[in-house]
């Protein structure tokens, strides 16, 4: 958004209200007569002083004009869905704190005698402690099809993010909320000033205790998200804030177990990105019981005579709180809760929609909201880039004590060296290339049945199975090291499905608004149908450079995806 400026509010001009919590980071206190888009409450979170050493200002301010620089539909699904920081707050002329929206309502609930947000660390417990907390009067019961409609959303999400450019960095259950209330679970994220936007963090990155990423490996990256993600799936079904026990996971649902098992095993190159659990999770969602299943009655060993009356009874401790119960130990007390602080967005200028509205003019008004929390302070233009963070590191060009193998000049021991990392990494394009083949004739098929109004349902599945193989396919590429291959390669291809996807969800909108009324020409005057277009015209001009750079490269190393056409991407 050009010309934006970040919103730095003057806390002499806040109205604030109670105090909401208090958390490591500062304190969270309600703002009055602020709303963004006229419905969403707006909260104040101000930074302690260790907090405030540490903070990254300019990271921050591009938190702050990440909604404004994105799509319209994708801006108010984040603004929906999080409490995404919308503007900072100054106390002589230095910042203080920052603005977001409220926790919504549905995310509160009456927990161990006080109102509490939902988070889901409630549910890493015991059925015990899940009554004993209130989580099933207020909740209902949680059984297996919810929890796997919960991590679907969760999966979903953390997707989108990492599509827009977003790493969640602390995927943990204490910045996680969910209601089972409404016609599926969902989830709710907050605590998003610690998320990273293009590979900057206004904070030094934390992690919770207990979801560290193994030894060693490179925090926040979307490979970490994936596998945290995975202690999450996995933990959700032991019940306990630790462990990766997939056996209770693998009963229910094969699939996920599966991707989970690949993804807690797998370095950050190969792990799994979030889409492959999208498939799985959402059949567990629809199939999985709403029961648990019954615990296997155990068979008694022969073993030494039974205890009778006289033998001491065990006076050891109970286990710690969150631990799960010992064979014929006690079940363990209920574990506190500690939902951390949360803000929320919110805009000064009064302009929200008044009554309904059209969800066209919702998601107009929240962009601009956000670009104007308030008309004073300094203004900032915010970066325009949103590039995507990539998982994993390394050149994979380098020979041993690190001597460049890639330039020109050196013996043949490196020019053997560049060779052969070249032909891995063309090895490992090839084989992503193959998982794409043969995709484009369905499309196309589809594209010729929307101008024709035929079987729209089903070319709707077509345009929305496209994109979603397009996010995954972008999301293994940039997993990626493929630093040896010719310049420009790599984006030329990244380029052509970024634009392919975008037609594919562009014909979505199409079908979508003709669905009902359908004729060639409102097909053809639909506003996504030329964005359609551009978008093709943009796909076809990186596929053929793609092509032109690839087919040589691939012919050269006995590539099976050599002699590609660019209609085959």
């Known amino acids: 958004m050009s010309g934006y400026s ?117 549910l890493l417990n015991p059925p015990s402690y899940l009554a004993t907390a209130g989580i099933t009067r207020a909740m209902g019961e949680v059984t297996p099809r919810r929890l796997f409609g919960l991590l679907a959303d969760v999966a979903t999400k953390v997707h989108r993010l990492h599509r827009l450019g977003v790493v969640v960095g602390d995927l943990s259950p204490k910045n996680l909320l969910f209601t089972f209330t409404g016609d599926r679970p969902r989830c709710f994220f907050i605590d998003c000033d610690s998320m990273g936007v293009s590979g900057t963090w206004a904070l030094p990155p934390v992690h919770t205790d207990q979801w560290q990423l193994p030894h060693r490996e490179r925090p926040m990256t979307t490979a970490g998200d994936a596998y945290k993600f995975a202690l999450l799936a996995a933990r959700l079904f032991i019940r306990d804030q630790r462990g990766t026990d997939l056996a209770p996971l693998r009963a229910l649902a094969p699939d996920v177990a599966e991707v989970a098992r690949a993804t807690l095993e797998s370095g950050p190159a ?113 970066s325009s880039g949103s590039s995507g963070v990539t998982a994993g590191t390394g050149t994979g060009a380098t020979g041993p004590g690190g001597t460049d193998t890639t330039g020109g000049g050196g013996s043949s021991s490196d020019t053997s060296s560049g060779t052969s990392a070249e032909q891995g990494q063309a090895e490992r394009l090839d084989s992503l290339l193959a998982e794409n083949s043969g995709r484009r004739q369905s499309v196309q098929g589809a594209v010729e049945a929307l101008h024709a109004c035929r079987d729209l349902s089903s070319a709707r599945e077509v345009f929305q199975d496209a994109a979603d193989t397009r996010a995954a396919l972008l999301d293994q590429l940039s ?91």
């Open 270 to 382: 190969d792990r799994p990105v979030m889409s492959r659990w999208l498939d799985p999770l959402r059949h567990a969602a629809e199939t999985a019981p709403d029961e648990w299943p019954r615990p296997a009655t155990p068979r008694t060993p022969p073993g030494p005579a039974p205890v009778n009356a006289s033998t001491p009874v065990s006076t050891a401790a109970p286990p710690p709180p969150g631990a799960r119960p010992r064979a014929g130990g006690a079940v363990p007390p209920p574990r506190a809760a500690q939902p951390a602080p949360h803000l929320t967005p919110t805009p000064t200028t009064g302009r929200g929609l008044r009554g309904p509205g059209l969800l066209v003019g919702l998601i107009a008004v929240v962009v601009f909201l956000f670009a104007q929390l308030n008309g004073t302070g300094d203004a900032t233009q915010a």
């Open 6 to 122: 970040v919103p730095r509010v003057p806390y002499a001009s806040l109205r604030l209200g109670a105090e909401i919590g208090k958390g490591g980071q500062g304190t969270v206190w309600a703002v009055e007569d602020r709303k963004i888009n006229g419905r969403w409450p707006v909260v104040y979170k101000e930074y302690q002083a260790d907090a405030l050493a540490r903070l990254e200002v300019e990271a921050l301010e591009s938190l702050v004009a990440f909604v404004p620089r994105l799509a319209p539909a994708d801006g108010l699904w984040l603004a929906e869905n999080s409490c995404w920081p919308a503007g900072l707050v100054t106390r002589d002329g230095t910042v203080s704190g920052l603005l977001m929206r409220r926790i919504p309502e549905e995310f509160f609930a009456e927990l161990l005698g006080q109102r509490s947000t939902t988070g889901v660390q409630y």
């Open 479 to 569: 997993g990626l090291d493929l630093d040896a291959l010719p310049e420009g390669l790599v984006s030329d291809l990244r380029n052509a499905w970024d634009a392919s996807e975008d037609a594919d969800l562009a014909y979505v909108e199409v079908v979508d608004e003709v669905s009902g009324s359908c004729s060639p020409s409102r097909v053809a005057a639909a506003g996504a149908s030329a964005e359609a277009e551009e978008a093709n015209r943009r796909a076809t001009e990186a596929k053929r450079d793609f092509v032109a750079a690839w087919n040589p490269l691939a012919a050269e190393h006995g590539a099976s995806m050599s002699g590609l056409e660019w209609s085959d991407l």
